[in-house]
């Protein structure tokens, strides 16, 4: 009954490939996102999606494509693997922001990429 | 694991003693912070938030700060215990404003 669950956990790969990440939420929250954690555990937001709907892309490499199939999903794509892609990549869901705890995240396990 | 020559500030604390974490934020449209622990392997989780009508709010074992006049943020622990070993963050955001902005991590280590 895990609130954010992301495959796979560890993904190691070569660069130039294509890999994916997935992300499903079961909380019913209309908004998820997808964060970067480098190797200083520096957290960067870099997508979000509101109820299938594009609203907010970071300044990110078009080779990372985020895919929202419904509201319960945030897939990231990324074309062509760079060494410097390797990080922690968080999916993470909140309900609307300005109720409650405005938004308040609720992150996945993480995904750690290594690329070769 | 861990990288080589990660740098995170760390503190090193007692187990029983209090713990007090310092954030600096710039953002001066931040109405709102939150604080997040994030275990060894594991996402953020949520702590203890503010909003900026107020400047201390008291949880369970932990009391945020917030200082609006040097935009600053602090995080107490009292009684810091072995499970309280992590990386702990704090984030802003203008209230009603998805767009949460994270600080750098602090590593905090308990010793038994």
């Known amino acids: 009954d895990t609130a954010v669950s992301q495959t796979p956990k560890y993904l190691v790969t070569q660069m130039g490939n294509d890999k994916s990440i997935k992300c499903e939420q079961n909380?019913?929250?209309?908004?998820m996102y997808w964060y970067k954690q480098d190797s200083k555990k520096f957290l960067k937001i870099m997508f979000s999606y509101n109820n299938k709907e594009l609203i907010i892309n970071e300044t990110v490499p078009n080779r990372f494509s985020p895919k929202s199939p419904d509201k319960a999903h945030l897939n990231l794509h990324i074309n062509s693997l760079e060494l410097g892609d390797s990080a922690v990549y968080f999916c993470?869901?909140?309900?609307?922001?300005?109720?409650?705890?405005?938004?308040?995240?609720?992150f996945g396990e993480g995904s750690r990429l290594t690329v070769l | 694991g861990e990288s080589v020559g990660l740098h995170l500030p760390t503190l090193s604390v007692q187990e029983g003693d209090n713990s007090i974490i310092n954030c600096a934020y710039s953002?001066?449209?931040?109405?709102?912070f939150i604080w997040y622990k994030q275990e060894s392997g594991k996402g953020p989780q949520f702590i203890i938030d503010?909003?900026?009508?107020?400047d201390k709010r008291q949880g369970q074992r932990v009391t945020v700060l917030l200082n609006k006049t040097v935009k600053h943020l602090s995080l107490q622990i009292a009684a810091t215990q072995p499970g309280d070993s992590a990386v702990y963050f704090c984030a802003e955001a203008p209230w009603g404003n998805n767009r949460l902005a994270f600080g750098k991590g602090n590593q905090v280590v308990v010793i038994p």
């Open positions: 503010i909003r900026s009508n107020m």
């Open positions: 953002n001066s449209a931040s109405d709102y």
């Open positions: 909380l019913g929250h209309d908004t």
């Open positions: 993470a869901s909140s309900p609307l922001p300005g109720t409650g705890r405005n938004g308040e995240l609720f």
